[in-house]
């Protein structure tokens, strides 16, 4: 079976910019204690050299045949309707200054997928849970968003864990985690005063709910999301945008024709 290794472009470009940047202190020989003007630079070519060659080194790591790049688009994200805040901590904030030059290394030579108002992470999502094809996928990332997707996935910074298969059941505990938490790095806040152990506690409580009345796992959670944003003042509505922000795109949530998604619902309890 040929394996197919998915990888997260918009974090391999990140980690080679960041990673290539050098700096000088220029000092005045007037003023000696003062550092001066202070340079950043990078070897563009040694960068671009650096990521052909991590792209080589994962295949043979993971011993895949094939390999796929997915890129965010540069149009903006679905998301910032359903919550305009999202990621928008980042603007402003200063970037690799080769990070524009590896993304176009990526797009001119790697062949990568983008997708107009959708992140990696969804293209990378709906690849993953789409009908198997005769392929073993691999999902190769840093971003713990992506545990919330079905299939296989290989950490880069973590290489002795090797391939790491996530289930349906801990794909589903991690989404509705994040989902009450929320994610402070893309902006979207979750339900005030619970953290990411809170989150997974209320989870990992309602589902031991579910299964003791034989009730739907997620029904019985999404109600106790629901709940816990309640407590805190807010109500549905607030909570499904959270867990909307949350939701990386699977197979069937996006329709390819009209290039629009199909935004997540979820499983209520029957009144």
């Known amino acids: 079976m040929k394996r197919v290794l998915l990888i997260d472009g918009d974090v391999l470009a990140y980690k080679f910019a960041a990673g290539s940047e050098e700096s000088v202190a220029w000092e005045d020989p007037q003023h000696a204690e003062d550092p001066g003007i202070v340079s950043t630079y990078v070897d563009l070519g040694e960068a671009i050299a650096h990521v052909d060659s991590f792209i080589e080194w994962m295949m043979s790591e993971v011993r895949a045949n094939e390999y796929q790049v997915y890129l ?6 679905f998301r910032n309707k359903i919550w305009p805040d999202y990621k928008s901590n980042r603007k402003g904030k200063k970037k690799p200054i080769a990070l524009r030059e590896l993304r176009n290394h990526l797009m001119i030579h790697h062949n990568p997928v983008v997708e107009d108002f959708l992140e990696a992470d969804d293209l990378l999502g709906m690849r993953m849970t789409a009908p198997a094809r005769g392929e073993e996928l691999i999902c190769a990332t840093i971003d713990k968003d992506l545990l919330t997707i079905v299939g296989n996935h290989y950490n880069w910074d973590k290489p002795e864990n090797g391939i ?3 289930t349906g059941k801990d794909a589903g505990f991690a989404f509705y985690s994040q989902a009450v938490s929320g994610d402070p790095v893309d902006g979207y806040p ?3 005063k619970v953290g990411a152990v809170r989150a997974e506690r209320l ?3 309602a589902r031991e709910q579910a299964q003791a009345q034989d009730l739907d796992p997620h029904a019985v959670v999404w ?3 629901v709940l816990a944003y309640e407590k805190a003042g807010l ?3 607030f909570a499904l945008a959270q867990a909307r922000c949350a939701r990386i795109l699977q197979h069937g949530d996006y329709n390819w024709k009209t290039h629009t998604v199909n935004l997540w619902e979820p499983t209520r309890l029957e009144s």
Do not use: R
């Not at 965010?72 to 994200?77: E, H």
């Open 190 to 192: 979750g339900c005030p």
């Open 235 to 237: 109500d549905e509505d």
């Open 223 to 225: 109600n106790a999301v």
């Open 203 to 205: 989870v990992a409580d």
């Open 72 to 77: 965010t688009s540069s149009l903006g994200n």
């Open 164 to 166: 790491v298969s996530v």
